[in-house]
Structures are given as structure tokens and as C-alpha cells.
């Protein structure tokens, strides 16, 4: 549906989108996720004609756009900011665009109440957008982009404004919309969470460029870049030593790998769901290879998970999920855990990820690593945390668990 | 969200402008109303009479065609400091945080003059061996300095004068409703299929609406009642209201009949205000 060919947008000294190609299909829910500044947004205002591309082609529907004006593209796009205009009522918010297309007026009509109700707005067409909550201000910019029936719908962080409750069931109700009209999403955001459950392909974007494009369960569970293993989800990245091709070494914790390696080192992805915790009483009598101890030191408590930050006597840091339904332990007490080989997930030595920590030092998003702008990291740590209270972080933890 | 009651302090700090508007704008309009309908001895000095002779004759004859001349003056540097100073100010609201403070600079720093001595100022750039006359010649677009195109004391020189003298007072409300104006709406707009054109009818003109309002009355209520550039520019050929009432206080010593056309112009005052501001509560709502 949308094909980008190589596209290039600077700002002055900042290259915003550093050659991207994308190929968009009909009917896909797709997600660019990154933190801001990562070039996502500037990338949807290439698509829809805001911003001119200094290099590449944008194809619509087969169709070279590269050069048309917004008002000429047969796209529509849901504001950050909703974008109403506020001297107009509801409807005439609605239909607007239709009047552009010079449609009769029973038509404008009749398509504007169909979209009413569509976004269940019915009965509020003569307010001004001022009397409307946030939540139906939301609405009212969805049904005016709708209602021009858009080959493509792009999403500019249409849900940053509306509180958390508000925003869980917008996202169903969106995902929803998407799949009965049949109409391509292109969503920007950059709450992973978001991401993860609305789309059909995400992503990834870093500094101008696509880190990974897949599906929501690729890009978690097998992230192919350091900096997708660390922005999206929660994650402890150890650059390890390896004694033999399926042993690796970190400080004192040594790992079973899941498949050989010939390469002195590796860096490796171990979500914190992947770290099974047992309490060291019952398991000191069985010290074997796969079984480290460490004390508790830290509890981070988000409601329906809680994470534990773990230290190695050897002094390397770890974040585990703690089981659900299990009762929270002490900070310092003693805890063993094993990490089960398949749940570790090589990752190529890519430089991407400045953050690569110095050596034995580990890399999961609430500790600081160094190199990484301050901003990026407010955004990981507001991002990350309470976004497993949604379920689908408790979901993939227990993907964790039972395999 | 429920308003405030007001607290005794916060009539008190209401107190020295209520003093203030009570001593300068309503005692001395109030007495302007009181001598309207008065009449004077031959010293000038006014006779407390009731009469409505002065009415009758402001109403008669040739103060009709003074006040419409001053109505068409105004209107005319209303119209034209709207279409000149809406683009501008336009530009100045859209145009990035610093260059905008260093537009609106420039805008203002004609302030820092005094009015009197810009208004001279523009009696040697229009006069006949002026620098714009002598600029004309050496563009060769007149043939000799010696046969100047008459500017000075013409009707063009008051409105050039008028519009220059009021432009800022355009410009600085429509600067304001500009601003306020999101881009996105804008980018909305575009993006639902509007060309340039229809964007700028559909969407910025409504949005700036209070600000064109406020710059009409801003300059056609002071536009009305201006005399100095009307003296200093126009000559002697025209006379216009304001002029006509300062010379009834003056050379003509009439006072009341001074009043009179004052009362008048500030009943068509009040008029265009009540006009005016009715559109903008209806824009409002």
C-alpha cells in the first residue's frame, strides 16, 4: 500500500530519517515505535505530504506521491494534538474533509452520521469541540479522518493525551476499528506496551534508521538488535565470556547457551520473566552448575508483577520477575535462580546500542547505563514500568514460564 | 469550573482606575452633554439654557458631509491597514520565536518618536522638492524635480499619514489571534484536502476573527476623531471632524457646538462598538 524507498529527511545538522525503506502492505496494522526524536514522526509527516523527503521515492497505492501536497494524498491523519477546529461543531469537524471532496449534501450527511456512530458519538454532532472530553475529542478526530474513507490512516500518538484506564480500551477499540474497516494503520508511538498489543508489524526505529521490522512477538522475543532487546520490554543484556562454545561466563554467573558459539564473547538477552527464582532454602542441598545464588536488593512493585533487582556475590546485577502469587521477599535475603538455556536469546554484536556496558556490567533498562541521552531514558523508565500492568507484559511472563 | 466571588480586596484594587475613568472619561463627557445643550454670550463663555439649536444645526447642511468625508477616511485607512498589516502580522506570528521578537521590535520602535515629529517627517519626504519626488526623478519616472507630482496637502498624503500612523494598532491584535492559531490546524486542514486557499477561508480567517475586529476598532474609532495629521498633511482643503471640532473650541470659541459634534461622533462610537462587539460574543459562543 505505501512503499518508501530510501528516504532521507534532515533538519539543519540533524538527519531526523537516514535512508528508510518500508514496505507497508494493504490492511496491516503497522507500528513505528521508538523513543523521541527517533524519526518516527517525522517519517509519518513524510507519508502524509507535511515534510518533503530530500532523497527517496513515497508510493501510494503504486503511485509515486513523492511530490504531491497533503491535500492531494489520499491519506488522513488522527493528530497528537486531535487538531479540531475549534470554531466548528462536531459535524462540521466531520465534514469537512467531504466538503473539500465536494460531495452532495445528503451524502455528507449521511456518511458524517455513519461515522458518528461508528466512533458512538451519536447525539453530541452540535457541540463545539471546547464541550467535549478528552476521550471524545479523541473520537471526533478518528470519525473525521475515517469519514473520508482514506487508503491510509496514520496515527500520530493519537493516545498520548488520554489517562491510562482511557487509553488501554481506546487501544482494543482502535484494533478493533482496524480489522472491521479493513483500512492500513500506520500507528507511531513510543509506549512499547501500545506497540505490542495493537499492531500487526512493528517498527523499531533508532537514531533515523529501522532497527527491526516484524511482528510484536518477534520483535520480544527474538529482537535482533542490543537496542530492540533494551527498548522494547524489560531486559537484562550481559556481554559474556565464552569457555566453551555452549558455556558463557559473566562475573561469577556462568550460563548454559542455547546453541554453540565460535566467538570469544557474546552478548546476550535474558528477559526478567526468563529468570526462575527459587527460595534458597529449599534448594541448598542441590548446588549444581545451573543453579547461582544472589541477594535481593532491591523490590519495584508495578501491581500485577513485581521485579526484583538481584546481585551476584560477584557483583553483577540482574532484574527478575518474581512468580505471581508469591509472597514478596525480604531486601537482602539470600534467593537462587537458574536461567533455562532456550530462554537466552543471542543478539549480533551490533554497536547500535551505546550503552553495551562496560564490561560485567549489565544493561537492563532501570539501571543507567552510560552514553544514552537523559531524555531516552525518562522515556524507557515511564515507558517500561507501567506498562506491564497491562497484561500483556503478565502474558509474556508466563510464556516464560512455561516453556 | 465556578467562578470566584470578587473579595473586598479585590474591589479595592479595582478602586483607582474606577476613580481614574470616574474624574477623566465620565465627568468630562458628562459635561460635553451637559454644554451640547447649552448655549454662549458673545465672549465665548457658556450659558446655561436649555436648547437643541446646536443638534439642529450639527444635523444640517455642512457638518453631513464633514462627518461622512471623516467616516470615508477612516474606513479607507482601516481597510488599508487591514490588508497590509494582516499579511504582516500573519508572517510575524509564524515565523520562529526570534525573528518574531525582532519583527514586533521593529514594528513597535516607531513608538519611541514622537508621533508630532514623524508626522513632520513625512512632510519632507512628501513635499514637492521632497525626498520622494526627488527620489521619483532620479528613477527618471518624472521628468524634473521642477515639476514635482503633488503629494503634500493632498487627500493621498492624509491617508498615507493615517494608515502609517495606525498600521501597529492593526497589527498587534490580528499578531496575537496568529499566534494563538495551532499549525496544526492548519496541517488538519490540508491533510482533509483543502488547498492553500480554502485553509486560509475555512480555518485561519475564523480563528483570526477576533484579532481583524479588534485592529478595526482599534484604528477606525481613533481614525474618525484624528485632526493633527489631517492639519499637518492635508493643509487647508479638506476639513474632517476632528479638525472641525478643535477649531469650535478654539477659533470659533463656540463651545457647546464643539460639544455637540463631539457627543455625535461619540454616539457613533458607541454604535460601531456595540456592532462590532455583538459579532465577536455571537463568534464567541
Same mark, same amino acid.
Given at each position: 500500500?505505501?512503499?518508501?524507498?530510501?528516504?532521507?529527511?534532515?533538519?539543519?545538522?540533524?538527519?531526523?530519517?537516514?535512508?528508510?525503506?518500508?514496505?507497508?502492505?494493504?490492511?496491516?496494522?503497522?507500528?513505528?515505535?521508538?523513543?523521541?526524536?527517533?524519526?518516527?514522526?517525522?517519517?509519518?509527516?513524510?507519508?502524509?505530504?507535511?515534510?518533503?523527503?530530500?532523497?527517496?521515492?513515497?508510493?501510494?497505492?503504486?503511485?509515486?506521491?513523492?511530490?504531491?501536497?497533503?491535500?492531494?494524498?489520499?491519506?488522513?491523519?488522527?493528530?497528537?494534538?486531535?487538531?479540531?477546529?475549534?470554531?466548528?461543531?462536531?459535524?462540521?469537524?466531520?465534514?469537512?474533509?467531504?466538503?473539500?471532496?465536494?460531495?452532495?449534501?445528503?451524502?455528507?450527511?449521511?456518511?458524517?452520521?455513519?461515522?458518528?456512530?461508528?466512533?458512538?458519538?451519536?447525539?453530541?454532532?452540535?457541540?463545539?469541540?471546547?464541550?467535549?472530553?478528552?476521550?471524545?475529542?479523541?473520537?471526533?478526530?478518528?470519525?473525521?479522518?475515517?469519514?473520508?474513507?482514506?487508503?491510509?490512516?496514520?496515527?500520530?500518538?493519537?493516545?498520548?493525551?488520554?489517562?491510562?484506564?482511557?487509553?488501554?480500551?481506546?487501544?482494543?477499540?482502535?484494533?478493533?476499528?482496524?480489522?472491521?474497516?479493513?483500512?492500513?494503520?500506520?500507528?507511531?508511538?513510543?509506549?512499547?506496551?501500545?506497540?505490542?498489543?495493537?499492531?500487526?508489524?512493528?517498527?523499531?526505529?533508532?537514531?533515523?534508521?529501522?532497527?527491526?521490522?516484524?511482528?510484536?512477538?518477534?520483535?520480544?522475543?527474538?529482537?535482533?538488535?542490543?537496542?530492540?532487546?533494551?527498548?522494547?520490554?524489560?531486559?537484562?543484556?550481559?556481554?559474556?565470556?565464552?569457555?566453551?562454545?555452549?558455556?558463557?561466563?559473566?562475573?561469577?554467573?556462568?550460563?548454559?547457551? $542455547?546453541? /554453540?558459539?565460535?566467538?570469544?564473547?557474546? +552478548?546476550?538477552? @535474558?528477559? *526478567?520473566?526468563? =529468570? %526462575? !527464582?527459587? #527460595?534458597?532454602?529449599?534448594?541448598?542441598?542441590?548446588?549444581?552448575?545451573?543453579?547461582?545464588?544472589?541477594?535481593?536488593?532491591?523490590?519495584?512493585?508495578?501491581?500485577?508483577?513485581?521485579?526484583?533487582?538481584?546481585?551476584?556475590?560477584?557483583?553483577?546485577?540482574?532484574?527478575?520477575?518474581?512468580?505471581?502469587?508469591? $509472597?514478596? /521477599?525480604?531486601?537482602?535475603?539470600?534467593? +537462587?535462580?537458574? @536461567?533455562? *538455556?532456550?530462554? =537466552? %536469546? !543471542?543478539? #549480533?554484536?551490533?554497536?547500535?546500542?551505546?550503552?553495551?556496558?562496560?564490561?560485567?556490567?549489565?544493561?537492563?533498562?532501570?539501571?543507567?547505563?552510560?552514553?544514552?541521552?537523559?531524555?531516552?531514558?525518562?522515556?524507557?523508565?515511564?515507558?517500561?514500568?507501567?506498562?506491564?500492568?497491562?497484561?500483556?507484559?503478565?502474558?509474556?511472563?508466563?510464556?516464560?514460564?512455561?516453556? | 469550573?465556578?467562578?470566584?466571588?470578587?473579595?473586598?480586596?479585590?474591589?479595592?484594587?479595582?478602586?483607582?482606575?474606577?476613580?481614574?475613568?470616574?474624574?477623566?472619561?465620565?465627568?468630562?463627557?458628562?459635561?460635553?452633554?451637559?454644554?451640547?445643550?447649552?448655549?454662549?454670550?458673545?465672549?465665548?463663555?457658556?450659558?446655561?439654557?436649555?436648547?437643541?439649536?446646536?443638534?439642529?444645526?450639527?444635523?444640517?447642511?455642512?457638518?453631513?458631509?464633514?462627518?461622512?468625508?471623516?467616516?470615508?477616511?477612516?474606513?479607507?485607512?482601516?481597510?488599508?491597514?487591514?490588508?497590509?498589516?494582516?499579511?504582516?502580522?500573519?508572517?510575524?506570528?509564524?515565523?520562529?520565536?526570534?525573528?518574531?521578537?525582532?519583527?514586533?521590535?521593529?514594528?513597535?520602535?516607531?513608538?519611541?518618536?514622537?508621533?508630532?515629529?514623524?508626522?513632520?517627517?513625512?512632510?519632507?519626504?512628501?513635499?514637492?522638492?521632497?525626498?520622494?519626488?526627488?527620489?521619483?526623478?532620479?528613477?527618471?519616472?518624472?521628468?524634473?524635480?521642477?515639476?514635482?507630482?503633488?503629494?503634500?496637502?493632498?487627500?493621498?498624503?492624509?491617508?498615507?499619514?493615517?494608515?502609517?500612523?495606525?498600521?501597529?494598532?492593526?497589527?498587534?491584535?490580528?499578531?496575537?489571534?496568529?499566534?494563538?492559531?495551532?499549525?496544526?490546524?492548519?496541517?488538519?486542514?490540508?491533510?482533509?484536502?483543502?488547498?492553500?486557499?480554502?485553509?486560509?477561508?475555512?480555518?485561519?480567517?475564523?480563528?483570526?476573527?477576533?484579532?481583524?475586529?479588534?485592529?478595526?476598532?482599534?484604528?477606525?474609532?481613533?481614525?474618525?476623531?484624528?485632526?493633527?495629521?489631517?492639519?499637518?498633511?492635508?493643509?487647508?482643503?479638506?476639513?474632517?471632524?476632528?479638525?472641525?471640532?478643535?477649531?469650535?473650541?478654539?477659533?470659533?470659541?463656540?463651545?457647546?457646538?464643539?460639544?455637540?459634534?463631539?457627543?455625535?461622533?461619540?454616539?457613533?462610537?458607541?454604535?460601531?462598538?456595540?456592532?462590532?462587539?455583538?459579532?465577536?460574543?455571537?463568534?464567541?459562543?
Amino acid at each position: 500500500m505505501i512503499d518508501l524507498h530510501n528516504i532521507s529527511k534532515r533538519f539543519a545538522s540533524i538527519t531526523a530519517v537516514d535512508n528508510v525503506s518500508l514496505s507497508i502492505r494493504t490492511g496491516e496494522f503497522l507500528t513505528l515505535l521508538g523513543p523521541s526524536g527517533c524519526g518516527k514522526t517525522t517519517l509519518l509527516r513524510l507519508i502524509a505530504g507535511f515534510e518533503s523527503p530530500d532523497q527517496g521515492r513515497i508510493l501510494l497505492d503504486n503511485q509515486d506521491v513523492t511530490s504531491l501536497p497533503p491535500y492531494r494524498r489520499d491519506v488522513n491523519q488522527v493528530f497528537q494534538s486531535y487538531a479540531l477546529f475549534p470554531h466548528l461543531t462536531v459535524a462540521k469537524n466531520i465534514a469537512f474533509g467531504l466538503k473539500m471532496k465536494r460531495l452532495p449534501k445528503s451524502e455528507i450527511s449521511s456518511r458524517v452520521a455513519d461515522a458518528l456512530s461508528t466512533v458512538e458519538l451519536t447525539g453530541l454532532e452540535h457541540r463545539k469541540p471546547h464541550q467535549l472530553s478528552g476521550g471524545q475529542r479523541q473520537r471526533v478526530a478518528l470519525a473525521r479522518a475515517l469519514v473520508n474513507r482514506p487508503k491510509v490512516l496514520l496515527l500520530d500518538e493519537p493516545l498520548a493525551a488520554l489517562d491510562a484506564k482511557l487509553r488501554h480500551s481506546m487501544q482494543l477499540e482502535l484494533k478493533r476499528l482496524q480489522q472491521r474497516l479493513g483500512i492500513t494503520f500506520v500507528f507511531v508511538t513510543h509506549d512499547q506496551s501500545e506497540a505490542l498489543i495493537m499492531s500487526d508489524r512493528v517498527a523499531v526505529m533508532h537514531a533515523g534508521q529501522i532497527q527491526q521490522l516484524a511482528t510484536p512477538h518477534e520483535i520480544y522475543h527474538h529482537p535482533t538488535t542490543p537496542f530492540v532487546a533494551q527498548f522494547v520490554g524489560q531486559s537484562n543484556i550481559l556481554q559474556v565470556q565464552l569457555l566453551t562454545p555452549t558455556r558463557a561466563r559473566i562475573k561469577d554467573l556462568e550460563l548454559t547457551l $542455547p546453541t /554453540p558459539i565460535n566467538t570469544e564473547t557474546a +552478548t546476550l538477552l @535474558i528477559r *526478567p520473566e526468563s =529468570i %526462575t !527464582l527459587t #527460595p534458597t532454602k529449599e534448594s541448598r542441598a542441590v548446588p549444581g552448575p545451573s543453579l547461582s545464588s544472589a541477594t535481593l536488593t532491591e523490590i519495584l512493585f508495578t501491581g500485577p508483577t513485581t521485579h526484583l533487582r538481584l546481585q551476584t556475590p560477584g557483583g553483577l546485577e540482574l532484574l527478575a520477575t518474581l512468580p505471581p502469587n508469591t $509472597p514478596h /521477599p525480604q531486601i537482602g535475603q539470600p534467593l +537462587t535462580f537458574t @536461567i533455562p *538455556p532456550q530462554q =537466552i %536469546t !543471542l543478539l #549480533p554484536s551490533d554497536n547500535a546500542l551505546p550503552s553495551s556496558t562496560s564490561h560485567g556490567r549489565p544493561a537492563h533498562a532501570l539501571s543507567t547505563p552510560a552514553g544514552l541521552p537523559n531524555e531516552w531514558l525518562a522515556l524507557t523508565r515511564s515507558a517500561i514500568l507501567p506498562a506491564r500492568s497491562d497484561g500483556n507484559g503478565e502474558a509474556n511472563f508466563h510464556d516464560g514460564l512455561q516453556r | 469550573m465556578p467562578t470566584k466571588r470578587p473579595t473586598i480586596l479585590s474591589y479595592l484594587l479595582m478602586l483607582p482606575i474606577a476613580i481614574w475613568l470616574a474624574a477623566f472619561v465620565i465627568a468630562p463627557a458628562a459635561i460635553m452633554v451637559v454644554y451640547s445643550f447649552c448655549t454662549r454670550d458673545e465672549l465665548g463663555e457658556v450659558v446655561y439654557q436649555f436648547t437643541t439649536d446646536n443638534y439642529h444645526r450639527a444635523l444640517a447642511g455642512v457638518y453631513w458631509s464633514i462627518f461622512l468625508r471623516s467616516i470615508e477616511l477612516a474606513a479607507l485607512t482601516t481597510a488599508l491597514c487591514l490588508l497590509i498589516g494582516y499579511p504582516a502580522a500573519y508572517f510575524i506570528a509564524r515565523s520562529s520565536p526570534r525573528t518574531r521578537s525582532t519583527l514586533l521590535l521593529l514594528v513597535m520602535i516607531p513608538f519611541w518618536t514622537s508621533f508630532l515629529i514623524r508626522a513632520y517627517a513625512w512632510m519632507t519626504i512628501l513635499k514637492d522638492q521632497g525626498l520622494l519626488n526627488a527620489s521619483l526623478t532620479w528613477a527618471k519616472l518624472i521628468p524634473s524635480i521642477m515639476n514635482p507630482t503633488a503629494l503634500l496637502y493632498t487627500p493621498t498624503a492624509v491617508l498615507i499619514g493615517m494608515v502609517y500612523s495606525y498600521l501597529p494598532f492593526m497589527m498587534l491584535p490580528i499578531y496575537v489571534s496568529a499566534e494563538k492559531l495551532d499549525p496544526s490546524l492548519i496541517e488538519a486542514a490540508m491533510d482533509l484536502g483543502a488547498p492553500p486557499l480554502s485553509v486560509f477561508r475555512r480555518v485561519i480567517l475564523p480563528l483570526t476573527r477576533p484579532g481583524i475586529y479588534a485592529g478595526i476598532l482599534l484604528v477606525f474609532v481613533p481614525a474618525i476623531g484624528m485632526f493633527a495629521i489631517q492639519d499637518l498633511l492635508g493643509g487647508a482643503s479638506h476639513i474632517y471632524i476632528g479638525t472641525a471640532i478643535t477649531n469650535q473650541f478654539g477659533l470659533a470659541r463656540d463651545m457647546p457646538f464643539g460639544a455637540t459634534l463631539g457627543v455625535l461622533l461619540m454616539l457613533l462610537f458607541i454604535l460601531s462598538f456595540a456592532l462590532l462587539g455583538r459579532r465577536q460574543a455571537v463568534w464567541n459562543d
